[in-house]
């Protein structure tokens, strides 16, 4: 149904939108993470892909993973840092980063401020993939 849901910030500044339900990024225990909370915007019947927003808060973080399907990524709050393969580097309001298949990929906020973003993905998409301790001694170039 077409329609129109306002931006609506709670008390904290905290991003949210009227009729969409925040939700837990993952299952608790499922993975690490820290302080992040998920919201879908857009999952239309006809479309095969699906519009979320993430919000991570300051000094959180997302899972530390990698998957077949990819992330086309809108930072739309705050700065903060994502991980892409070996390197990371600094992303902040209004910057795109497209995290390709088979990427291990995480995102950092700073300390002094939330970071959320937009983050759009196939319908159909694979579980992601959690770093052994193999992958993560690569990871760190040891
Ligand atoms: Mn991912």
New binding site residues.
């Given amino acids: 149904m077409s329609s129109v849901r306002r931006f609506a910030p709670d008390e904290q500044g905290d991003y949210r939108w009227s009729e969409v339900e925040r939700l837990r990024y993952k299952d608790e225990g499922s993975a690490p993470f820290k302080d992040i909370t998920r919201q879908v915007l857009f999952a239309q019947a006809d479309q095969g892909c699906e519009l979320r927003y993430f919000e991570v808060a300051p000094g959180g973080y997302?899972?530390l993973?990698?998957?077949e399907h990819t992330?086309a990524v809108m930072i739309l709050r705050g700065h903060g840092t994502v991980r892409l393969g070996s390197a990371s580097q600094p992303v902040a309001e209004r910057d795109l980063v497209t995290?390709d298949p088979l990427t291990w990929?995480q995102f950092h906020a700073a300390d002094d401020c939330a970071l959320g973003f937009l983050c759009l993905v196939s319908k159909t998409r694979d579980k992601?993939q959690l770093p052994s301790d193999a992958d993560l001694a690569a990871l760190r170039g040891v």
């Fill in positions: 997302s899972t993973e990698r998957h992330h995290i990929h992601p």
